[in-house]
């Protein structure tokens, strides 16, 4: 009975010479990531920080020197990978620095690429894996997500993981098949805000990759194995809200949510304002855009494997649809935003290119460059142009009263109440968080009740500003612009802040 359970041995002889191993990439790895972080670097030389990555450093200076701030009071209002792998990053001596809310997107830049060399090493060559690989990380749809600072780049990195387990579903895929794409979608959610337009807009497409048989027999089965992990961590995510605020649905109703987008300022988005008043745009200027900008799937019915043109007719179509999807729902303030993940089919094609097609790829790689450079500079929002143009010169700073309010403050070491939602570009301009009192601390609570207690200093922004309308300080106590408080001081007057101090 013994025997019963031992895994049979093979009677055959081994071989005398072993599989090549598959290269391993690590010097393409740390050549990508050094050359995106100095691309970083030269963005923050030029004076360009992202509004995104101007928050996220805010929380991690937050979660570093705020006595008494926890995890738990980030909220649930945006995907928090990026967040968490900043503050793994930042723990590494040195590398806690304005790069370093950059840092996760670089790695995560880096990571795809390597992943593509080895692809490309296997059937090519290593010399023709470099430069196909050189020619794509100079594509502005993969510079932009990798170094705009809009937590993009985890986003890329985990579709393109998420598109390429689509390869795998070839005759009668295996149950790793499954699990690799049900657990790149769910991935997905937690790192990026638009997992669920990219979750939705691929399901009509899956049957173009799924076992034939399965369709015609259980189709209800194949979805619910794809999308089972998916659905856990969308209930997983109401199930937290409704724990911690009592409202399941708080991540898609709070106007401030990173899941609703652009949708407070879809009035003022010229790319919204179209897709509201010719639905049928949105869908047609993303295929033709898609189409120009991403010439390389014109090669990508001469792959080496036959079947090479339905994952990345899939890849294709979801990022159409997706971006479609948000544009109706006014999630995306441009088209950018997913025209961007345009990378991963192209990055399919390379993946299983044919030998005698290197030129004509290399070719159709650059030319897409140029395109999507034109593309970026017609239809790019203002964020954007500014970070095109820090690549090459210095931009004016993006919040120039809360540079200056941040470097006074790292003067005056009193202990200041301040909100940081309103405020968050301050406490980066400052360069840490110490001292600071901040809305989850019940010393703010106790202050804004009972103005008597109130610390040595106050800041509050202007009522008519857009800081003033979220900080909750201004709301509290309207009068504090004009009047100040009894015993204090208007000891700071610039631009759209204040800050009063209790005088001696």
Not at 325 to 336: E, I, V, Y
Not at 410 to 429: H, K, M, N, S
């Amino acid at each position: 009975m013994a025997s019963a359970s031992t895994w049979p041995k093979s009677a055959a002889p081994h071989s005398t010479t072993e599989t090549p191993r598959r290269p391993r990439g690590v010097a393409v790895f740390v050549v990508t990531a050094a050359l995106l972080a100095l691309l970083c670097q030269r963005l923050l030389a030029h004076g360009y920080m992202s509004d995104d990555a101007m928050a996220q450093y805010a929380k991690l200076l937050l979660l570093r020197d705020a006595a008494g701030f926890r995890t738990e009071y980030l909220g649930f209002l945006y995907a928090q990978a990026s967040l968490y792998l900043g503050l793994l990053i930042g723990g590494v001596p040195g590398l806690s620095t304005p790069l370093l809310p950059y840092l996760a997107d670089v790695l995560a830049g880096a990571a795809m690429v390597t992943l593509l060399w080895r692809d490309l090493a296997a059937g090519l060559g290593r010399a023709w894996a470099w430069g196909l690989c050189a020619a794509l990380v100079l594509q502005p749809f993969f510079l932009w997500p990798t170094l705009s600072g809009n937590n993009q780049g985890l986003g890329l990195l985990v579709f393109y993981l998420t598109c390429r387990a689509l390869r795998h579903f070839r005759g009668d895929p295996e149950a790793f098949a499954y699990l690799r794409l049900a657990l790149g979608l769910c991935l997905l959610f937690f790192v990026d805000e638009r997992a669920c337009f990219l979750a939705v807009a691929m399901a009509p497409w899956l049957g173009v990759i799924a076992p034939q048989g399965m369709l015609r027999r259980a189709p209800l089965s194949f979805y619910l194995v794809c999308y089972l992990p998916f659905l856990f961590a969308v209930a997983t995510w109401m199930y937290l809200n409704y724990l911690f605020f009592g409202d399941a649905l708080l991540f898609v109703r709070d106007q401030h949510s990173a899941f609703r987008g652009s949708y407070a300022q879809a009035a003022l988005q010229p790319w919204l304002q179209q897709a509201m008043a010719r639905p049928w745009w949105p869908p047609l200027y993303l295929v033709l855009a898609g189409l120009v900008t991403t010439p390389l799937l014109l090669l990508v019915r001469r792959t080496r494997l036959s079947n090479t043109w339905r994952w990345v007719l899939v890849a294709t179509v979801t990022v159409i649809g997706a971006g479609t999807l948000a544009a109706w729902a006014r999630f995306s303030a441009q088209p950018l935003d997913f025209l961007a993940l345009m990378v991963v089919p192209a990055a399919l094609v390379l993946g299983d290119l044919r030998r005698e097609l290197r030129w004509p790829a290399l070719a159709l790689l650059l030319l897409g460059a140029v395109a999507s450079g034109w593309v970026i500079a017609q239809t790019a929002a203002s964020t954007t142009r500014d970070w095109a143009t820090a690549l090459r010169a210095p931009v004016p700073p993006r919040h120039p009263d809360e540079a200056r309010l941040g470097a006074w403050l790292a003067e005056a070491r009193l202990p200041t109440l301040l909100d940081d939602r309103a405020g968050y570009a301050v406490i980066v301009a400052r360069g840490d968080a110490q001292g600071l009192i901040l809305p989850f601390d019940p010393r703010f609570k106790r202050a804004l009740d009972d103005p008597r207690q109130m610390p040595a200093q106050v800041v509050v922004a202007d009522p008519a500003s857009q800081a003033g309308v979220l900080d909750s300080v201004n709301r509290r106590l309207p009068q504090l612009w004009q009047q100040g408080l009894p015993g204090y001081s208007l000891v700071y007057r610039q631009g759209s802040y204040r800050v009063w101090r209790r005088s001696p």
